[in-house]
């Protein structure tokens, strides 16, 4: 990776020198042997976790070209969710834009619900607080099978603003890529599409539950979980619902 600019003109960075450790216990408080040596076994099993991520993601990388997809007439709303109209026609190549990958989320929202699941809310709320940053190197959209108007109707009490919300409603797109079940009911998954020519290729699908419905299928996407996992009260029996909006900042 090329280092940036701002990487040395930061003093934080470059103050730093060779001596100094990365922290793993308060500096000026002596943490004990017992935990001393546990937390450093603890290190060596996060890093061997990190090695197997790289190794896992080097694997689903190397994936060969997977299928070319059809075109589905998808819609959409404008991107301010203020407003409903006009609603228009998206294919999976506009929602590429300037990319050359996209990244699909399905938001399991039936057409019949009026709310879509709090877990996949959850996981959406993550994904528009990185889409600026994902969207600079790749195209990102959150398709569900609900109505467009249900959908924007939902990310506007959400506050999903600047989220490309596309509806698949009256489509074969979630029966095609594998999340809508043979009565109906929607997976959770993480889709990413690739733009071959003129063409769309599916490249990965990651579904929320495993094969076994073990389940944990995406955790590794949500820094919720993944917060929670450092608490010594770990993830506990929470689950978030719809009967909160996400506070995106203190107001004292």
Known sequence: MTTPEWWTELKSITLLVDDDQ??????????GEEYRAARLALANAELALRDQVEAVAAQRRALPPGPVLGEYAL??????????????GVTLAE?????????VYHLMFHPDDEAPCAM????VDGLHGVAAHLTRRAGLAVIA????????GFGRRRGWQGLRLVSAYGTSFTTDLGTEGSRGGQWPAISVLT????????????????????????????????LFDLLPSGRGDWLPDNGYRPVASRTK
Request: glycine letters at 6%.
């Open 120 to 123: 996949c809310a959850m996981w």
């Open 22 to 31: 990365p922290p793993m216990w308060p500096t000026r408080a002596d943490p």
């Open 75 to 88: 819609a959409e709303g404008p991107l301010d969710l203020a407003e409903d109209d006009p609603v228009s």
């Open 195 to 226: 733009r071959d020519g003129d063409r769309v290729r599916h490249a990965f699908t990651r579904c929320a539950d495993f094969p076994d419905r073990s389940g944990r299928g995406i955790d590794l996407l949500s820094p919720v979980w993944n």
């Open 95 to 103: 929602l590429l834009g300037e990319h050359d990958e996209l990244i």
């Open 145 to 152: 099978k609900a109505p467009i108007d249900k959908l924007r």
